[in-house]
């Protein structure tokens, strides 16, 4: 969805660095979520946010943190890659009716 | 949490054959049911959705009906064609996170 951005698309890095992963939307929606894609597990909710204040843990937020600097930006943090955090990663948006809207992903990929 | 689970997990069909996946969830309190679509190199993309208050809900070729009695949910996809092959995903809410199925690698030969 062209509403929904993110940045970098592809990412190779090495173990232990520090890596961001930028996600912006026009849609005008307060919630933004941040997941994880590997084969065969589907999309897994690494972090949330209803609004610029409110942050919350998904269930495989070890490793990873987030920041929401405004309503429509929401960035993810690999504050020390490791291999197994090579993956996809989504961003997405919603409104209050539930339905998420995502971004092209980032391919991200840790020696 | 929810646990939302999804088969099969590879599906080939002849063209213009019908296609069916299935997913089942276990939280008796989810009421919003989406389906995605994921193309080779593209983010997922909301193909249709059903809420707790309908039975079934149909969009041209694209159908999804819901049993919350037995807790679970498919998608039907009639006179497939080779643009309808990607990866589909079904999930299920979790007050207002979803949780979502691992996926069915849907492949439509010619």
Redesign the interface.
């Given at each position: 969805?062209a509403d929904?951005t993110q940045t970098p698309r592809n990412r190779i890095t090495k173990t232990g660095k520090r890596i961001m992963l930028e996600c912006s939307q026009t849609k005008g929606h307060d919630?933004m979520?941040w997941y994880r894609q590997d084969p065969?597990?589907?999309?897994?909710?690494i972090y949330?946010s209803?609004d610029v204040k409110d942050i919350n843990k998904?269930?495989i937020s070890d490793g990873y943190s987030v920041s929401r600097q405004a309503q429509a930006k929401f960035s993810l943090s690999l504050e020390s890659a490791i291999p197994n955090q090579t993956a996809l990663y989504?961003c997405a948006t919603?409104d209050f009716g539930?339905?998420?809207?995502?971004?092209?992903?980032t391919r991200l990929t840790v020696l | 949490g929810e646990n939302v689970e999804q088969h099969p997990s590879t599906l080939s069909v002849q063209e213009g054959d019908s296609a069916v996946i299935k997913c089942t969830y276990s939280d008796s309190a989810s009421n919003y049911f989406p389906w995605y679509k994921q193309e080779l190199g593209k983010g997922p993309q909301l193909i249709i959705d059903i809420r707790s208050n309908v039975g079934e809900k149909k969009d041209q070729r694209i159908a999804v009906t819901l049993n919350k009695t037995a807790k679970h949910f498919s998608l039907h996809i009639t006179e497939t064609q080779p643009e309808d092959s990607a990866v589909y995903f079904c999930a299920a809410n979790n007050d207002y996170k979803l949780s979502f199925g691992a996926g069915t690698t849907v492949t439509v030969r010619a």
């Open positions: 969805d929904v919630r979520y065969g597990l589907g999309l897994r909710l949330y209803f998904g269930e989504f919603s539930l339905a998420q809207f995502f971004g092209p992903g | -």
